[in-house]
């Protein structure tokens, strides 16, 4: 009973400890079944407040977190290096912060090394939050991933005269395992633009997905994180997510030619 008992706690002091805590503490080596996450977005956590409610055993935590654990399980980053992402073969950023140039470099040699990522870049995230602006405990409202971007040959737009409110992007064509249109629930979206002729990336529903094969590994990029927002999400939003998640499981489902269409000018 103490040591169940002192997991929450370990689970506390990790988030006061600092932005390095979580390599510093020992863990089991990673396996084929686990999922790297980080990002502002508290899918690991949930959004919780107060010194207390990190002890509670009320549930705060975010609705993706069992979804995903249905498969794999998640092990929470947050720094990128190489050696933190030593063994790991997939890995989830959840509209994370701006990244350093030591970690612009880690992950793109792990990606290229046969990494399979998945990323939700929002240029401008609509969702709730608690806490005020400049909270670090607040989701970053604006994607600052642009170095790692443009080195992979693409620049994150947005169309500041775009309609208000939920849509639903049915235009992507990338299928899901039973042959579903995969079909992703936005507001205020991005779209991603190439950078040069020579390009690794294919994009989708004109410009909301980017899919990249970047040497031996494949990254999935999402130019909005609406469909992480809510706490409570509907079919469209568990839908989606199950389906991005598919595509960085090493079982693709091949793209149609007529999905890898450029974005708008």
Not at 80 to 89: E, I, N, V
Not at 106 to 132: E, I, K, N, Y
Not at 177 to 185: E, H, S
């Amino acid at each position: 009973m103490l040591l169940r008992g002192l997991k929450p706690l370990a689970a506390a002091l990790l988030v006061l400890a600092g932005p390095l805590a979580a390599q510093d503490l020992p863990r089991d080596p990673p396996g084929a079944g686990d999922l790297a996450v980080m990002g502002t977005i508290p899918i690991y956590w949930g959004e919780r407040g107060e010194f207390a409610d990190l002890l509670s055993a009320d549930d705060h935590g975010h609705w993706a977190r069992p979804v995903i654990e249905q498969t794999y399980r998640l092990r929470p980053l947050d720094y990128l290096s190489a050696p933190a992402l030593q063994g790991y073969s997939r890995l989830l950023l959840a509209q994370p912060r701006g990244l350093s140039a030591e970690e612009n470099v880690a992950l793109d040699a792990w990606v290229r090394g046969g990494g399979q990522l998945l990323l939700f870049a929002d240029p401008l995230m609509t969702g709730h939050s608690d806490f005020a602006l400049g909270d670090r405990r607040r989701p970053q409202d604006t994607a600052m991933l642009s170095p790692i971007l443009a080195h992979w040959g693409l620049e994150l737009r947005f169309d500041e005269a775009q309609g208000a409110g939920r849509q639903m992007r049915a235009q992507v064509q990338a299928e899901t395992g039973d042959g579903v249109p995969l079909a992703v629930p936005t507001e205020q979206a991005g779209h991603f633009a190439k950078l040069g002729a020579a390009n690794e990336c294919a994009l989708l529903g004109e410009g909301l997905i980017a899919e990249c094969r970047l040497g031996s590994g494949f990254a999935v990029i999402v130019a909005d994180a609406a469909l992480l927002d809510s706490d409570a999400p509907d079919d469209a939003s568990l839908g989606a997510f199950a389906a991005l998640l598919q595509r960085i499981s090493g079982n693709r489902v091949p793209l149609p030619a007529s999905g890898q269409t450029d974005a708008p000018k």
